[in-house]
């Protein structure tokens, strides 16, 4: 536990220099490949800048910092840190605005081993994909995410967490 307190006393000074801009606070919840639960707590900043912008949608994007807590039996629950950057094409929309997204980030896990898996370093990375709606300042939507060593150590034995996820703007 402690390497998660030092992981989350050092990400905390690192997002410092976000604090000028707005934050977004996000939940999820849901299953890993193994049907363990997962839930997870974020802040987002958005880059405020946009890309390709058309009657049909435009590009854009936000820095992405979560805690996800790993619900498993005694020997498989974890917890890790995350730090992703992410793109979003948004659709056109008056009211509702639906989005798909994909980063690729890094993850910290406390220990290697997650229900049968050996992931063989605490260091992931998490490649992640998504879609859903925005509207009103909020957002819901579904995201598949994966965590995988890319082979710098073995075991790489991976996982998956597939969620619904809520976002409130500020």
Known sequence: MNKILTLAAAAA???????????????????????????????????DRSWAQSDVGRLTGYWDAGY????????SSNHSLSFTPVF?????????????????GVAFFENTELE???LGS??????????GLRFSGQEVGIRAVHYSNAGIKEPNDGVEA??????LSF
């Not at 996800?68 to 020997?75: C, L, V």
């Open 122 to 131: 605490s260091f992931q990375f998490e490649d992640r994909l998504g879609a």
């Open 88 to 104: 979003v094409y948004e659709f056109a929309g008056e009211r509702v605005k639906p989005y798909i997204e994909a980063g690729i």
């Open 13 to 47: 000074l690192g997002l410092s220099s976000f604090a000028a801009q707005a934050v977004d606070f996000t939940v999820a919840a849901g299953r890993s490949g193994e049907s363990t639960n997962v839930y997870r707590l974020g802040a987002q900043w958005n880059w």
């Open 68 to 75: 996800t807590y790993w619900d498993g039996d005694k020997a």
């Open 162 to 167: 597939y969620t619904l996820h809520y976002r």
């Open 116 to 118: 049968e898996h050996d």
